[in-house]
């Protein structure tokens, strides 16, 4: 009897050891499934806080360069940095914002964004953060109709929200990207097709002025991350060519603009130039770090941060609008654009750079480095 009864024991701890790792593997594949379902909200609030605190020793840096001396970047340092990967993160950035969040993530995400970068969501037209399914929805959000008044008073209005770097005359055919750096006029805007070889870079400037009484004048608004992202028409003018400048994504960070000349040249970007009522006139996006998207609405053709490119490059598209349909044309014509119609829209946040022609009159209603909205007046005749 007791023979039997240890046989049976024996049996069972067999079987047991048996099962044991089907057991354990169930259980381990189990875990991953659970792990895979959901991130721990430790490891979520680390990564989070750590970008929070970064982001903040990156702003205070930033301002601390604002109040010193510029001290610009040797040719090496430029080049090291342009070495950085910057269009491959930016568009695995570009990627990641278009993948939908579970519900449940949405809105301690977002709430998070707005608590770090001081978005005011009280003036979204959407104001519920579950209606956003992803980064993207939300950085492109829609504001309501009457939170941006457009300034009828002033002949020129801000083209977004943002801060004004620099503004005022272009001299020499050079402009300050800030105060006391300065870029080249032609390597900005690039060659004019209609003028001769023959003349100087000095005189770039005087052929792109329509009348011997007039100037060329400039205003830089750089876009933070938390500022709303789409750009608007700052004035009544006609598009008649659009210029793509494929280029490097460096930070176009207020302190970065300080430490690297020419950073508007080097960066990506999209030059609109046209006419307006006093002669010249042209807005340009500039591309950043995790801004290689650039849209212009009435452009379907524009592609930006492509994984290739030829350096030094530009391409060119001529505008006639026929219609509704926007064709490319050599001829006359232009895309007519209304003071604060919607132009396009940045992936997150960047810079729009203004250039145009006015009277010798023109005078600016700015103070550097203010916060402004768009709609609101740039200046007078």
């Not at 941060?305 to 030829?310: D, G, K």
């Not at 014509?333 to 145009?356: C, D, M, Q, Y």
Request: hydrophobic share 35%.
């Amino acid at each position: 009897m007791a023979a039997a009864v240890r046989l049976l024991s024996g049996t069972s701890r067999s079987r047991c050891r048996l099962s044991s790792p089907s057991c354990s593997q169930h259980r381990s594949l189990s875990t991953g499934l659970r792990l895979l379902a959901r991130p721990r909200p430790f490891s979520l609030l680390i990564v989070t806080g750590g970008c929070y605190l970064g982001y903040q020793q990156y702003k205070r840096r930033g301002q601390q360069d604002e109040e010193a001396a510029p001290h610009l970047a040797t040719p090496t340092q430029v080049a090291l940095y342009r070495t950085f990967p910057t269009r491959l993160v930016s568009r695995a950035w570009g990627r990641l914002n278009g993948l939908d969040l579970p519900t449940w993530l949405r809105k301690p995400l977002y709430s998070l964004y707005i608590w770090t970068f001081g978005v005011n969501m009280q003036e979204a037209a959407v104001e519920d953060l579950h209606h956003y399914k992803n980064l993207g929805e939300f950085f492109r959000r829609r504001l309501k109709p009457a939170v941006r008044p457009v300034c009828a008073a002033s002949c020129l209005t801000s083209p977004a929200d943002g801060k004004i770097l620099h503004f005022g005359r272009v001299k020499n055919s050079e402009v300050e990207q800030v105060k006391g750096v300065t870029y080249s006029l032609e390597s900005f805007l690039g060659p004019q097709t209609s003028r001769s070889s023959d003349l100087s870079s000095s005189s770039f400037q005087e052929h792109l002025l329509s009348s011997p009484d007039t100037e060329l004048f400039h205003v830089v608004v750089y876009l933070a991350p938390g500022d709303y992202h789409c750009f608007h028409s700052p004035t009544d003018w006609k598009v008649e060519l659009r210029r793509h400048f494929p280029g490097s994504l460096m930070s176009v960070n207020p302190g970065v603009a300080r430490w690297v000349k020419e950073l508007f040249c080097l960066n990506e970007r999209v030059v609109l130039s046209g006419q307006w009522q006093h002669g010249f006139f042209s807005l340009t996006a500039v591309g950043a770090t995790n801004v290689g998207s650039i849209r212009v609405y009435f452009d379907q053709e524009l592609r930006t941060n492509t994984p290739r490119y030829s350096k030094g490059s530009f391409h060119d598209r001529s505008y006639v609008a026929v219609g509704n349909q926007v064709k490319s044309a050599t001829g006359e014509g232009g895309v007519a654009l209304h003071k604060g119609e919607p132009v396009g829209e940045f992936n997150l946040g960047s810079t729009i750079v203004l250039l145009f022609e006015a009277p010798r009159d023109f005078s600016f209603s700015l103070q550097p480095g203010q916060r402004i909205r768009m709609g609101e007046g740039l200046g007078s005749l």
